[in-house]
């Protein structure tokens, strides 16, 4: 079992080519300025809670946990399908988890496609230091990443495991007040106390079901969140079957929702 937070992505980055893509996404002046510019749309003038630079750091690690579990015990899409190695599908979710909410830095109305479109010359960029000389690979990579970055959005069905990972961990970052469904910061209604009830978030390998995602809270508030956001996202992800959610006020759980 793990905790969702912005220190779990470093517990996965576990071999040399994950390290320096983790790197230059951390140093890079384009990546970091529209996050920064993210968080000036979506807290500053829309006064929403955080999609910023922390944000990229724990849905970039709840994503990679969960499609290790995952890995586990199916062959991922993008292997299955002689896009790459496995080495390339961790890259994939890496990247497509870190920059998933870039376009927010454009607008919070269709975020998804500006990402989209803001991403592209990013990862040519980035992809090409990380696999030098190997252009028809950086392209493969880079259409993969492209989609997990369109499809994180609840109306788009995720195509594969890579995706579907990106898209829950998306979901999963919602303790101690980061709730994915934005909220008016100060603001006191069903979105905040549901937001601020949320006490921490785990992700454990289970039995029957690979992944169980463990929702802590202080009360029942925060179902609101569960049903608003992780529902919304698994019933799109493509992963639906291999997840258990479970809500539980302090230790007693009064919620399970399974794909």
């Known amino acids: 079992m793990v905790v969702v937070s912005p220190n779990l992505v470093y ?7 994950l ?16 996050l920064q510019m993210a968080n000036v749309m979506a807290v500053k003038r829309l006064k929403y809670n955080d999609h910023g630079p922390v944000h990229s750091r ?7 946990e969960i499609f290790k579990i995952l890995s586990r015990r199916f062959t991922p899409t ?32 269709d975020h998804h496609i500006h990402g989209y479109n803001l991403a592209g010359p ?9 696999y030098p000389g190997d252009e028809e690979l950086v392209l493969r990579l880079k259409a993969e990443i492209l ?6 959005d609840e109306d ?23 709730a994915r469904i934005p909220y008016r910061i100060g603001g006191v209604d069903i979105h905040s106390l549901s937001a601020l009830s949320i006490r921490r978030v785990e992700i454990e ?21 569960i049903e608003h956001v992780l529902e919304r996202k698994i019933a799109t992800s493509g992963i639906r079957r291999w997840l258990e959610v479970v809500a539980l006020e302090r230790g007693r759980e009064i919620k399970t929702i399974t794909g």
């Open 11 to 17: 517990s996965h980055l576990e071999t040399p080519k």
């Open 19 to 34: 390290q320096v893509a983790f790197n230059l996404l951390e140093g890079d002046v384009e990546v970091q300025t529209y």
């Open 58 to 64: 724990i849905t970039s690690g709840s994503a990679l």
């Open 78 to 109: 993008t292997v299955r399908d002689g896009i790459c190695d496995i080495e390339g599908a961790k890259v994939i979710v890496l990247f497509g988890a870190y920059l998933h909410d870039i376009g927010n830095a454009v607008h919070r109305v």
């Open 122 to 130: 990013i990862l040519d960029r980035l992809l090409s230091r990380i």
């Open 147 to 152: 989609h997990c970055i369109f499809s994180h």
């Open 156 to 178: 788009v069905e995720c195509l594969t495991m890579e995706a579907g990972s990106v898209k829950v961990a998306d979901g999963t970052d919602m303790a101690e007040g980061r």
């Open 205 to 225: 390998e289970g039995e029957e079901v690979p992944i169980r995602i463990l929702v802590n809270m202080d009360n029942p508030a925060g179902v609101f969140q």
